[in-house]
Nanobody, 135 residues
Framework: QLQLVESGGGLVQPGGSLRLSCAASAFTLDYFTIGWFRQAPGKEREGVSC?????????NYADSVKGRFTISRDNTKNTVYLQMNNLKPEDTAIYYC???????????????????????????WGQGTQVTVSS
């Protein structure tokens, strides 16, 4: 069973940067479309970004993070990253990574990752990493 582990969260001031990592030990992450999601206190979990399988030639972002966040893969480290720049207090949340479910096409996963339909397309959730943006 695919198990994902997030890391890299922490406390940062507004305008600062963090890089989150999503790693897997027993599976090759490049076989999966991977998404980043977040859940702020008192709010539902939402999609942030996703990257396609097989090299990551396609990416998608929520409007709220476009131009500030960048998702990428490093297949030599079997890791997917989320580089977060110009962080804002409203980015405070627990951040999770997840993989597209078996049977879901790349096109479907990439289209749904930043919509409310993502629960039907992503699974194998990690435990999350806390990001707090505060002065």
């Amino acid at each position: 069973q695919l198990q994902l582990v997030e890391s890299g969260g922490g406390l940062v001031q507004p305008g600062g940067s963090l890089r989150l990592s999503c790693a897997a030990s027993a599976f090759t992450l490049d076989y999966f479309t991977i998404g980043w999601f977040r859940q702020a206190p008192g709010k539902e979990r939402e999609g942030v970004s996703c990257i396609s399988r097989s090299g990551g030639s396609s990416t998608n972002y929520a409007d709220s993070v476009k131009g500030r966040f960048t998702i990428s893969r490093d297949n030599t480290k079997n890791t997917v990253y989320l580089q977060m720049n110009n962080l804002k207090p409203e980015d405070t949340a627990i951040y999770y990574c997840a993989a597209a479910k078996s049977g879901i096409t790349t096109v479907q996963a990439m289209a749904m990752c930043v919509t409310s339909a993502y629960p039907s397309t992503f699974g194998s959730w990690g435990q999350g990493t806390q990001v707090t943006v505060s002065s």
